[in-house]
């Protein structure tokens, strides 16, 4: 795997060797930072800047700690901290920041914005999020699996809820360039793009894994080695959607009775973060508008013991340093 120069926007433009590459760095650097052993070599010296145009916890800290563990510096600016778009294009941006900074962090709207950041910087862009997709999720998720199965190949993966969104389009992406089985399982207005699922669809003929959309919970569910799910409404959608989402998302929350179809085994995964008891603002503002005290997951399943959510959360870190060291190490 050489990824040096080179961006991380989509997992489309990866081959399954290279995401396996970054699986098995990310876990090579999770190791060594459990030995105790000193990263601060790997990225001595270098700059980065963190650009936040939506909100952020995990993908915000993992790349500050990240970068800290291997020596390098990081300049966050927030969503409201710097003249991007607003007085500034991105490819003026992204021309300014490429002269001072060894690579560039961007979490924002569409995902074209990101694709232009990365043409004009000259430096390695990295995609930490896009309506379309979460490519640094996708490492630590495929990493917390293979940690908990030994294997990503083969693997039952359902994922339940919005997935026409950055989640189900990379996790789909993801499973076909592995060999895995993806099935999303939920109401079909919210199924993946067509041509995204024709493109899945090829390359799983290629890597033996396979793509199925079903609005069945049972025979979606049915042998699950994962089932995943992600928020019903997302970072940068209005409000009024959330009656509507309720309505047509509500029969795919996960819970029980879906992992009742699963493998014994089987494992809970949310990139986070879940709207799983009243414990938050909006979790409190949605049950006193819909009387629901939980939304696209259970809390029985969030607290219970197949929920490998906080070691997926974890292994943002682990990952994002993955990518960094490969693209500029
Ligand atoms: N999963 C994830 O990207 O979390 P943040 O929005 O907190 O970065
Ligand atoms: N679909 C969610 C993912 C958050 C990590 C969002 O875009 O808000």
Not at 54 to 68: G, M, W
Not at 186 to 198: G, H, I
Not at 235 to 264: C, H, T
């Amino acid at each position: 795997m050489n990824l040096k120069g080179k961006h991380f926007l989509k997992m489309l433009d990866f081959s399954p060797e290279e995401i396996n590459g970054l699986v098995d760095l990310a876990l090579k650097l999770k190791a060594e930072k459990k030995q105790g052993k000193s990263q601060k070599s790997y990225l001595e010296g270098k700059n980065i800047a963190l650009i936040f145009e939506k909100t952020s916890t995990r993908t915000r800290c993992s790349f500050e700690v990240a970068a800290y563990d291997m020596g390098a510096n990081v300049t966050y600016l927030d969503p409201s901290g710097s003249q991007i778009g607003k007085k500034e294009s991105i490819a003026d941006t992204a021309r300014v920041l490429g002269r001072m900074y060894d690579g560039i962090e961007y979490r924002g709207f569409e995902q074209t914005k990101v694709e232009n950041l990365a043409k004009y910087a000259g430096v390695p862009v990295w995609n930490g999020l896009t309506n379309e997709s979460h490519p640094t999720q996708m490492i630590a998720d495929m990493m917390t699996i293979k940690e908990h199965f030994g294997k990503l190949e083969g693997l039952k993966f359902v994922y339940m809820g919005d997935a026409r969104y950055n989640m189900g389009n990379s996790l789909m992406v993801t499973c076909a360039k592995l060999g895995m089985d993806f099935v999303a399982c939920t109401n079909k207005k919210y199924f993946p793009e067509a041509a995204l699922v024709k493109q899945c669809e090829e390359i799983a003929k290629q890597t033996g894994a396979s793509i199925t959309l079903t609005e069945d919970v049972e025979a979606g569910c049915k042998d699950a080695d994962v089932i995943y799910t992600d928020v019903w409404v997302s970072m940068g959608e209005p409000d009024e959607v959330w009656s509507e989402r309720i309505a047509d998302l509500s029969p795919y929350q996960v819970n029980a009775k879906a992992f009742s179809y699963a493998k014994a085994n089987a494992k809970f995964m949310h990139c986070l973060p879940a709207f799983h008891d009243l414990k938050t603002t909006i979790g409190q503002e949605i049950y006193d508008k819909f009387g629901i005290d939980c939304m696209e997951v259970t809390d029985e399943i969030f607290e219970g013991e197949r929920s490998i959510v906080f070691d997926e959360a974890e292994n943002r870190m682990h990952s994002i340093k993955a990518v960094m060291y490969a693209t500029l190490g």
